[in-house]
T-cell receptor, first 111, second 117 residues
Framework: GEDVEQSLFLSVREGDSSVINCTYT??????LYWYKQEPGAGLQLLTY?????DMKQDQRLTVLLNKKDKHLSLRIADTQTGDSAIYFC???????????FGSGTRLLVRP | NAGVTQTPKFQVLKTGQSMTLQCAQD?????MSWYRQDPGMGLRLIHY???????DQGEVPNGYNVSRSTTEDFPLRLLSAAPSQTSVYFC????????????????FGPGTRLTVT
């Protein structure tokens, strides 16, 4: 079945870049998403990428997709303390309405 | 436009009690879903619905019932609460119509934190 994996924790210094990685198993995934969850809140969509793209840039965010290795990454440039949150990778397979979420990566930004 | 609302925010139940978690959306979304979030396990899909009168099971449906009598509401019922159902529950909705924006962007409610003792 589908599976999405992420590392559980990342700590970076304020001003550095953060890279959060994700691997997925379903080769028929058409959309891949990054969601952000701040403490005590629900998830909010940060960005997404279609499966026919390799890269997407949106201000400080860069998403890279390697379809051959089924690897997705989210790079946050100039990481700020307000970026501290849990980041979830999710995939949507072509034949389903459902999203499959990874376990989330907790990003801690140190001053 | 309130988006997705959930009530209550917090709930403590005793083992064996039943209750209903409420979820409503005002975006006319066809798709609604319930997830539970447990530490280190991400979000797991409990039940989902693609329209009024249509529901289906997700990854972890046991112990939960849902119904979808209107487009707006999607309540989740715990039939006989167990400590294993202690979790944070999120409701989410999305449009299934392509020209409404990023396809299948899910909008999440703020969550209900449930403790079963």
């Amino acid at each position: 079945g589908e599976d999405v994996e992420q590392s559980l924790f990342l700590s970076v210094r304020e001003g550095d870049s953060s890279v959060i990685n994700c691997t997925y198993t379903d080769s028929s995934s058409t959309y891949l998403y990054w969601y952000k969850q701040e403490p005590g809140a629900g998830l909010q969509l940060l960005t997404y990428i279609f499966s026919n793209m390799d890269m997407k840039q949106d201000q400080r965010l860069t998403v890279l997709l390697n379809k051959k290795d089924k690897h997705l990454s989210l790079r946050i440039a100039d990481t700020q303390t307000g970026d501290s949150a849990i980041y979830f990778c999710a995939e949507k397979e072509d034949s389903s309405y459902k999203l499959i979420f990874g376990s989330g990566t907790r990003l801690l930004v140190r001053p | 436009n309130a988006g997705v609302t959930q009530t209550p925010k917090f709930q403590v139940l005793k083992t064996g009690q039943s209750m209903t978690l409420q979820c409503a959306q005002d975006m006319n979304h066809e798709y609604m879903s319930w997830y539970r979030q447990d530490p280190g396990m991400g979000l797991r899909l409990i039940h989902y619905s693609v329209g009024a009168g249509i529901t289906d099971q997700g990854e972890v449906p046991n112990g939960y019932n849902v119904s979808r009598s209107t487009t707006e509401d999607f309540p989740l019922r715990l039939l006989s609460a167990a400590p294993s159902q202690t979790s944070v529950y999120f409701c989410a909705s999305s449009s299934l119509i392509r020209d409404r924006g990023p396809l299948y962007e899910q909008y999440f409610g703020p969550g209900t934190r449930l403790t079963v003792t």
